[in-house]
Nanobody, 123 residues
């Protein structure tokens, strides 16, 4: 049974930082892409960042380039999202996802999802 468990969300002031973690279990993810998506109230789920588990290719949404960094720890089967210079518009539920289809920036490309963690950025 595949499980993705996120943690690290919380309340932070604008300009602050948070690091989200996603622990993956239940299968090997060597050929998978691991992605972070976010969904704000009343908005569609949107792509944030993704990393290819084996090759290490990395992708970012334009809105987070230069502020967010995705990384992975193979030994811990964990993917991280370091978020710096946070803005109020970054407020959302952030979810980790795993997929093998290679459709990087669409939720349709991911088969497994975590439950999400709330990130709130105050002005």
């Amino acid at each position: 049974q595949v499980q993705l468990v996120e943690s690290g969300g919380g309340l932070v002031q604008a300009g602050g930082s948070l690091r989200l973690s996603c622990v993956a279990s239940g299968r090997t993810f060597g050929s998978y892409y691991m992605g972070w998506f976010r969904q704000a109230p009343g908005k569609e789920r949107g792509f944030v960042a993704a990393i290819e588990w084996s090759g290490g290719n990395i992708y970012y949404a334009d809105s987070v380039k230069g502020r967010f960094t995705i990384s992975r720890d193979d030994a811990k089967n964990t993917v991280y999202l370091q978020m710096n210079s946070l803005k109020p518009e970054d407020t959302a539920v952030y979810s980790c996802a795993a997929g093998y289809k290679g459709i990087i920036s669409s939720p349709w490309g991911y088969e497994y999802w975590g439950q999400g963690t709330q990130v709130t950025v105050s002005a």
